[in-house]
């Protein structure tokens, strides 16, 4: 049995412990208020939502009264005016730190968060820091057990993960049932890679450079500017320089869509990280996941690329109708032009160059199919992040959504257009050379003149047919696919995040209304299919080329007179 004298020390001490704890709570240090860390064993999470929440290093008032917990942004105001820390802190990767995640923080953060909640004091600071890199351990070693819990076949007997197996945030089941094994050739990240790099002119540069080595092949071969005879007094012009499918969709066209692609999907991954904090670790699907996921779809394009465009089309058409020297009902271009002039090129000569030629169109239709399958995977990523409007915790994250979402529809309407534009070239040059006229732009010009009624004559189609047809409209129904399919998914997050009134606002911003995207597009599938066809299809086609121009090039006028839109919802 204790003593009286005992009994009194107990006390007293206790007494004292309890003053202690109350005026460390209470402690106003440089004119803020200070608290000393949590005596228990708490990891980086838990010691930062305790902290943040009461407001420690927060100044006070002459009272007393502290300013009230920390939100993301009064924390990177803070950091940032640390002179030493020049830079400050990222907005994003405070966030990182009140969401319940994975995410821990770094050593160089460390030191300004610990001067935050140690008040400016260096022996206060030097505490703090302590227990923060304590915490972080024990959030690592949280991590790490974590992994190996959810790693489970792929442990040994003692507990160690092997080493083949690589952990990566959890996706849903329907995702990881679609990732490809590490032993199979992983295309579809290939594929982002290639759209993925930070010299937007790589793609394009591929593409002039093989259009250069194609270009310099039809100029010694001497198909470069050449004429046939398709009848008595018909002069017909059917060289490489005077295709638009073969000049200006790989000079001009082709890579704005590239560039387009790449600009777009670079736009996106930087601005998905910002909408990480707003779902939980199980619904965050990395972007290495979700391109894995669409990973059939480029097997699909590199099949009909290569094994369709390339090698069928080619050994089973244009080489058997060079080696029978008859091509038959086909249209002739400079391709089998050895077959009606082996004075300019031999069959073996135009064989080989209609091999590369074709492998060529392999190629760019890979890449511009490739762009494809990439924006409608950014689309399924940003519906599947930004869909659900339960998941944004204050009003400004749904404008962010609006921005966003508005900003993806215009470039993937630029896309669009181009790729409209890609699949007219192709029509264009199949519909010349169907026809009488003598060169492209005489075939051209007289449509034009007997519309406007200085011509009386108008070009007859000649008995042949035209393989282009049907590739160039797989080509727009592509594109069209990819708009629609966009337009849609990205009109129903917008929808759930903000009024029409505000959807539209941001439309206009952006220099791009949904009624305008939509009858542009409508324009130019009625050019595409009405070419050659009917009379006056010339006044159409200068009319969308027009258009086209005016849509691409309108945004960048008047930009910086937009400062910005703010929106709530009613």
């Not at 942004?73 to 820390?85: G, H, K, P, Q, T």
């Not at 690592?140 to 003692?158: D, L, N």
Request: glycine share 8%; proline share 4%; charged share 15%.
């Amino acid at each position: 049995m204790n003593s009286p004298v005992t009994k009194c020390y107990e006390t007293e001490r206790n007494d004292t412990k309890q003053n202690e704890t109350k005026r460390d709570k209470t402690l106003i240090l440089n004119n803020k208020k200070y608290i000393s860390p949590p005596p228990k064993n708490a990891d980086f999470k838990e010691l930062f939502a305790q902290a943040a929440s009461a407001g420690a290093g927060r100044p006070v008032d002459d009272e007393g009264f502290h300013a009230g917990p920390w939100t993301p942004e009064l924390l990177v105001e803070a950091i940032s005016r640390i002179n030493s820390n020049g830079a400050g802190v990222d907005l994003r990767t405070v966030q990182h730190w009140f969401y319940k995640n994975d995410k821990g923080i770094s050593a160089e953060n460390i030191r300004w968060l610990a001067r935050i909640f140690g008040c400016g004091d260096p022996e206060a600071t030097s505490v703090w820091q302590a227990e923060l890199k304590a915490s972080q351990l024990r959030l690592t070693a949280k991590r790490k057990e974590k992994r190996r819990a959810q790693a489970g076949p792929g442990q040994t007997s003692a507990g160690i993960a092997l080493p083949e197996q690589k952990i990566s945030l959890p996706v849903p089941t329907g995702v990881q049932a679609t990732q490809p094994s590490s032993r199979i050739v992983n295309l579809a990240r290939a594929c982002d890679a290639m759209f993925s790099g930070h010299a937007m002119l790589n793609l394009p540069a591929s593409v002039w450079a093989g259009w250069v080595i194609l270009g310099f092949l039809t100029y010694i071969m001497g198909v470069h500017s050449v004429t046939y005879s398709p009848m008595g007094g018909v002069e017909k012009q059917v060289g490489f320089f005077w295709a638009p499918n073969w000049t200006l969709l790989e000079l001009v066209i082709l890579p704005f869509f590239l560039v387009t692609v790449v600009g777009l999907l670079a736009y996106w991954k930087a601005k998905r990280r910002s909408f990480a904090p707003w779902r939980t670790e199980s619904e965050f699907v990395s972007w290495e996941s979700r391109v894995e996921s669409f990973s059939a779809s480029h097997w699909a394009v590199i099949t009909v690329c290569f094994v369709i465009v390339f090698l069928i089309q080619w050994s089973g058409i244009h080489m058997r109708a060079l080696a029978n020297g008859d091509a038959g009902n086909l249209m002739m271009d400079w391709n089998l032009l050895a077959i009606v002039r082996p004075e300019v090129i031999s069959v073996s000569e135009a064989t080989v160059l209609s091999m590369l030629a074709f492998l060529y169109t392999g190629f760019i239709c890979f890449l511009f199919l490739t762009g494809l399958v990439l924006t409608c995977t950014l689309v399924q990523d940003f519906y599947e992040l930004c869909g659900d409007p339960d998941c944004f915790p204050v009003e400004a994250s749904k404008t962010a959504v609006g921005e966003t979402g508005s900003k993806l529809m215009r470039r993937i309407y630029h896309a669009t257009l181009l790729g409209i534009w890609i699949a007219t070239c192709i029509k264009l040059q199949a519909m010349y050379l169907l026809s009488d006229g003598h060169n492209i732009l005489d075939w051209l010009l007289t449509d034009f003149r007997y519309v406007l009624g200085f011509g009386y004559e108008v070009s007859n189609a000649l008995n042949k047919r035209a393989l282009a047809h049907f590739s160039s409209f797989l080509l727009l129904f592509s594109t069209c696919f990819v708009f629609a399919f966009s337009f849609v998914q990205i009109t129903r997050v917008l929808e759930r995040a903000l009024p029409q009134k505000d959807i539209r606002t941001l439309f206009r911003a952006q220099h791009a209304s949904q009624r305008m995207m939509l009858g542009t597009v409508g324009l130019l599938i009625a050019n595409f299919f009405l070419i050659g066809v009917t009379t006056g299809y010339s006044l159409l086609l200068i009319s969308g080329i027009l258009i086209t121009i005016y849509s691409l090039y309108k945004p960048m006028i008047g930009r910086a007179q937009f400062s910005g839109t703010t929106t709530s919802k009613s």
